[in-house]
C-alpha cells in the first residue's frame, strides 16, 4: 500500500471517529428530553410509552409542582389514574382493560425539592393487548422541575 493510500485511509477513520464522537455527544437521551419538556411546559402532560401499546401520563400540579396525576391507559381504555404526592408516594397493584393486564410492583413519586428535580420510577411487569406474552418495564417515566 503507497503511502498516499494509506493517508486517506488514516484521514477517514479520524473523520468517522470525529463523527461518531459528535454524534454520542449530543445525541439526548429520553430522560433529557422528557425533562426538558416537563420544565418548560408543566401545563402538558408528560406522556411516556411503555411497550408497544400502554402508555403512562403524567399532570403536574399543586404549589412548588409537589402532586401529580398519573394516567396508565392503552388502546382500549384507562387501567388507572393515581393521586401522588409526598404522603402518597409509594403504589403498588394489578390492573386490567380489556385483556391486557399491568401489575405495577412498585412505583415511587419523589416530589421536586429546589434545585432537585422531581420523578417518578415504576417497576411492572404487562401482557400484550390480548393478555399473553409478559413483558417488564423498570425506569423513570416522568421528571420535572420545582
Known amino acids: ?35 426538558d419538556a416537563a420544565a418548560t411546559m408543566l401545563e402538558s402532560p408528560i406522556i411516556m410509552q411503555i411497550g408497544n401499546d ?7 400540579k399543586g404549589e412548588g409542582n409537589r402532586q401529580a396525576d398519573l394516567i396508565i391507559s392503552n388502546n382500549t381504555g384507562e387501567f388507572v389514574t393515581l393521586h401522588l404526592n409526598s404522603s402518597n408516594n409509594y403504589f403498588a397493584g394489578d390492573f386490567q382493560s380489556g385483556q391486557q393486564k399491568i401489575s405495577i410492583k412498585k412505583l415511587l413519586f419523589v416530589p421536586p425539592v429546589d434545585p432537585t428535580p422531581g420523578f417518578i420510577n415504576i417497576s411492572c411487569e404487562y401482557t400484550d393487548t390480548f393478555g399473553n406474552t409478559p413483558s417488564v418495564f423498570e425506569g423513570k417515566i416522568a421528571t420535572w422541575e420545582w
Open 1 to 35: 500500500m503507497d503511502s498516499r493510500r494509506l493517508i486517506a485511509l488514516l484521514l477517514v477513520i479520524i473523520g468517522i471517529a470525529f463523527f461518531m464522537f459528535f454524534l454520542l455527544e449530543t445525541n439526548d437521551t429520553e430522560e433529557n428530553k422528557i425533562s
Open 54 to 60: 400502554i402508555k403512562t401520563e403524567v399532570h403536574i
